[in-house]
């Protein structure tokens, strides 16, 4: 079966004053439909540029997408046009991402107009009915965002990316800036939506919890590069890359037993811009040696599990003999 | 208590708008001891940063008024205190940490110079002197020395949010208010925020109140816990009361409301319905239109019951379980 949505080897460098930035560096997926993928990372990974990358809101500088088995690289405007209602996508800040002049309902309602071919009524019938899947009240409709509350926002970013039913929407954040009560009702949301319509989603975020919720497959991404890549059970279960183990130890646990030991990075993410060819963890991990000068290429450790790492077998030596 | 330091007793904080007035913070009671690392934890709205603003008197004037209560620091009621020895407690005996570390720095001054104001506002030494403290503060939040005369921009997040403790610490306060201090950055970073907080609590023997949204960094990082709801405290006790034996249905409500990694099921269990609108508060307990467990008695103001030593509970259906009111 072709699968909904293929990206190959995926580039994008912006260039800046002091060298060129890889943004995403060389990024290869396949979503199917009616799946999760979740990509996370932490600020300056690249995951949003990813994202956006995928859908064309910023161009692409190597690599090809494939849509339902169609080259999509490089569209035709028209063409494009015509791709954006299959490809949504909902965004982080549910504050700034609505025009705050537009009622409820004429923000949801674009899209329909955008498109055409729909009269008033239909739009509005349509509107309605797509506030009541996302649960929001009819009697909002002439509401403006500033007398909503966050998540009722973000159920309008979700109504908006409906509309056209799309195959595929690229949920970047989608739940960062909500509480974890109304976090919950939304994630809730989104996981109906998808078993109702068979929706593909690309959720990119920083929260591992979250992403194990709703994934089917995980990467995890490290300045601009895919560091390890698994169904998301088969990751947790065995992490291999010393980014990813540093990353979920990291996560502060709601409970105060079975204290995990804390595996604490020293020093910060290093600069995009310009990298050197080897491993771009290396000046953080604590086992970096000789060998991790040279580039890095996703190797399988297991039945679709794929680690970047050189010494990913002997550091889970090293580990397996230190418990014992 | 004799070795509390701070004590709260009914305070009550509203802010006046235009067109109504904001029920922020409605008579809640709180002590910390000294030494003591308490968790404020909440959703948004709750009123936990008003209560850290109305123990440093820095709630914005004119809308926000501490309408009744004491804030008693020590042996002083904090709210008597004329605005000058305000200001000797203020960074000096109590200091605040803010979530925002790229907001809390002045743009246009050097971080050194920043550190050594704090610590000139309050002693009487001369500028070098002072410039020396701050190099000092400055290694101990794990920063070198010759970054002194840097800029705040030239600083990661983490960074700055260690520039922004070390001039919180600069006088050795004895009780620090750090409001949501890692929020704004990465877990890894955060991770290493928490671990230097931690041992320079120890190494300076500071009380905190760590006011958070996270659970998990209450659970690694505090001793005792106070859940807040629509300006109230409505649970109180050790991190063992509040982690192994959560009580207020609010409090459940948070632990299920959150995605766990060591579980199969696909569904979370939000709360349902939203925080109550501060302006027009119900009455009774504010927890009873979500509350799963309401019943015709919670439609009065629910007492405080403490179902063990030192974990108080503010529902009335906690007696039941052989909780005595106090």
């Known amino acids: 079966m072709t699968p909904l949505l293929e990206v190959r080897d995926l580039k994008k460098y912006f260039k800046s004053r002091a060298g060129l930035l890889h943004a995403v560096d060389g990024v290869s997926f396949t979503l199917e439909k009616g799946k999760t993928l979740g990509v996370v990372g932490e600020s ?142 939304v994630i809730n949301l989104m996981l109906d939506l998808q078993e109702e319509r068979g929706l593909a989603y690309m959720f990119v975020t920083h929260d591992l919890s979250v992403v194990k919720y709703i994934s089917n497959d995980i990467m995890v991404m490290y300045l601009g590069q895919v560091v390890e890549k698994a169904p998301a059970d088969e990751l947790f279960a065995n992490l291999r890359h010393p980014y990813s183990k540093a990353l979920l130890s990291a996560i502060p646990i709601p409970s105060i037993h079975n204290r995990k030991e804390r595996i604490l990075l020293t020093g910060e993410i290093t600069s995009p811009i310009n990298p050197k060819p080897g491993c771009r963890f290396m000046t953080r991990c604590r086992y970096a040696r000789e060998e991790c000068n040279k580039p890095q290429k996703l190797e399988e450790c297991a039945p679709g599990h794929f680690v970047s790492c050189c010494c990913y077998k002997e550091i889970n030596d090293l580990e397996e003999v230190n418990k014992a | ?106 743009p246009i001054e050097t ?80 991770a290493q925020v928490l671990d230097m907080m931690r041992s320079l609590k120890e190494k300076f023997k500071t009380s905190v109140m760590l006011i958070t949204h996270d659970l998990g960094v209450v659970a690694e990082f505090c001793e005792t816990v106070a859940v807040t709801y629509s300006g109230e405290i409505v649970e109180r006790g050790t991190v063992e009361h509040i982690f192994d034996n959560p009580q207020h249905p609010y409090t459940l409500g948070l632990f299920g409301s959150l995605p766990k990694l060591d579980t199969k099921d696909r569904r979370l269990k939000p709360i349902k319905g939203m925080m109550p609108d501060p302006t027009n508060l119900p009455i009774g307990c504010r927890f009873r239109d979500r509350c799963p467990d309401a019943i015709e008695a919670c439609a009065a103001a629910p007492p405080d019951v403490e179902t063990e030593p030192g974990h108080i509970v503010k529902c009335v259906r906690a007696k039941e379980k052989g909780g005595a009111a106090v």
């Open chain 1, 44 to 185: 300056g990974c690249g995951k949003t540029t990813l994202g956006r990358t995928v859908l064309h809101l910023i161009e692409p500088t190597d690599g090809q997408i494939f849509f339902e088995g169609k080259d999509i690289t490089r569209p035709k405007k028209r063409e494009l046009r015509k791709l954006r209602e299959q490809m949504q996508i909902i965004f982080q800040d549910p504050f700034s991402s609505l025009d705050p002049r537009m009622t409820v309902s004429e923000a949801i309602m674009e899209p329909l107009i955008l498109k055409g071919g729909m009269s008033r009524a239909a739009m509005h019938a349509e509107v309605r009915q797509l506030m009541d899947t996302v649960g929001l009240a009819t009697r909002l409709e002439n509401s403006y965002p500033h007398e909503l509350d966050g998540g009722r926002r973000q159920r309008i970013g979700i109504a908006r990316a409906l509309a056209l039913k799309p195959k595929f929407i690229v949920c970047d954040e989608p739940v960062s800036a909500l509480d974890v009560s109304i976090q919950a009702q």
């Open chain 2, 1 to 106: 208590m004799a070795d509390t330091l701070l004590d709260i007793r009914n305070l009550a904080v509203q802010y006046q708008t235009d067109d109504a007035t904001i029920y922020a913070v409605n008579n809640i009671n709180l002590a910390i001891r000294q030494g003591e690392t308490i968790g404020i934890v909440g959703e948004t709205g709750a009123g936990k940063t008003t209560i850290a603003k109305s123990i440093m008197r820095i709630l914005p004037n004119p809308q926000g008024k501490i309408v009744s209560g004491e804030i008693r620091f020590k042996d002083q009621n904090l709210l008597d205190l004329p605005e000058k020895e305000m200001q000797k407690v203020r960074g000096n005996q109590i200091a605040m940490i803010f979530q925002d570390p790229m907001t809390a720095l002045n």
């Open chain 2, 111 to 190: 971080v050194g110079y920043q550190i050594a104001e704090a610590i000139r506002r309050h002693n009487k030494i001369t500028q070098a002197e002072a410039d020396r403290r701050a190099c000092d503060m400055l290694e101990t939040v794990g920063i070198p020395m010759d970054r002194f005369g840097e800029y705040p921009h030239q600083f990661s997040g983490g960074m700055k949010q260690r520039v922004v403790i070390a001039m919180a610490l600069a006088c050795n306060p004895e009780l620090l208010l750090a409001d949501e201090p890692t929020t704004a950055l990465d877990v890894t970073i955060q």
